[in-house]
Nanobody, 125 residues
Framework: QAQLAESGGAVVPVGGSLRLSCVASGLNFNSAGMAWFRHAPGKEREFVAALTWNGVTAEYGDSVAGRFTITRFNPKNAVYLQMNNLTLEDTAVYYC??????????????????WGQGTQVTVSS
């Protein structure tokens, strides 16, 4: 059974930095595109960032481009989200997601079909 486990959520001040981690199990991580989404209270789920299975192509949501970086380390079945210059609007539950077993060479946001439980990020003023 495919599982994704996020960690690293915390309370951070405005302008601070945080790194989220996600470890996958039960799926072929080496062939999976990986992504981060977030969901803030009263808002729709928002795409944050994604990375193809080979790490060649990355895509970012408009609100985080230039501040967040997604990376992956296949030997540890892990994907990371480095978040810098955090703002109050970044407060949300962050979810890791996988486009499993695809070897897809491009990002297809609708294809992410394996989800973690989420980790809370709170940016405080």
């Amino acid at each position: 059974q495919a599982q994704l486990a996020e960690s690293g959520g915390a309370v951070v001040p405005v302008g601070g930095s945080l790194r989220l981690s996600c470890v996958a199990s039960g799926l072929n991580f080496n062939s999976a595109g990986m992504a981060w989404f977030r969901h803030a209270p009263g808002k729709e789920r928002e795409f944050v960032a994604a990375l193809t299975w080979n790490g060649v192509t990355a895509e970012y949501g408009d609100s985080v481009a230039g501040r967040f970086t997604i990376t992956r380390f296949n030997p540890k079945n892990a994907v990371y989200l480095q978040m810098n210059n955090l703002t109050l609007e970044d407060t949300a539950v962050y979810y890791c997601a996988a486009d499993a077993d695809s070897f897809r060479p491009f990002i297809r946001r609708a294809a992410f079909n394996v989800w973690g439980q989420g980790t809370q990020v709170t940016v405080s003023s």
